[in-house]
């Protein structure tokens, strides 16, 4: 199985900064895009981030300005440095990566485990 494994999260103050890192298991795999989803209790998953595989970018407005999402194509990674972090930015912030093991299957999204990000006043 392709496995995405996330680190990189914990407790700031607000106004502080995290980076997280997203690692998939396999540089064979064909990826098209990867990012990071969030999640609170009470809320819906929000997309937060997104870098294709042609380095095309795309941000939640909530963030935009804040948060750069890059990639290490050499190690299938990809990273985001969270700036000017804010309580409302406090989520579990789960990493996924589109993309397929062969040229015949499909694309799936494949998930990371999550990494907490929690912002303090």
């Known amino acids: 199985q392709v496995r995405l494994v996330e680190s990189g999260g914990g407790l700031v103050q607000a106004g502080g900064s995290l980076r997280l890192s997203c690692a998939a298991s396999?540089?064979?795999?064909?990826?098209?895009?990867m990012g990071w989803y969030r999640q609170t209790p009470g809320k819906q998953r929000e997309l937060v981030a997104s870098?294709?595989?042609?380095?095309?970018?795309n941000y939640a407005d909530s963030i935009k300005g804040r948060f750069t999402i890059s990639r290490d194509n050499a190690k299938n990674t990809v990273y985001l440095q969270m700036n000017s972090l804010k309580q409302e930015d406090t989520a579990v912030y789960y990493c996924?990566?589109?993309?397929?093991?062969?040229?015949?299957?499909?694309?799936?999204?494949?998930w990371g485990q999550g990494t907490q990000v929690t912002v303090s006043s």
């Open positions: 996924y990566a589109n993309g397929r093991r062969a040229s015949y299957l499909p694309a799936y999204n494949y």
């Open positions: 396999t540089s064979s795999f064909s990826i098209n895009a």
């Open positions: 870098i294709t595989s042609g380095d095309t970018t």
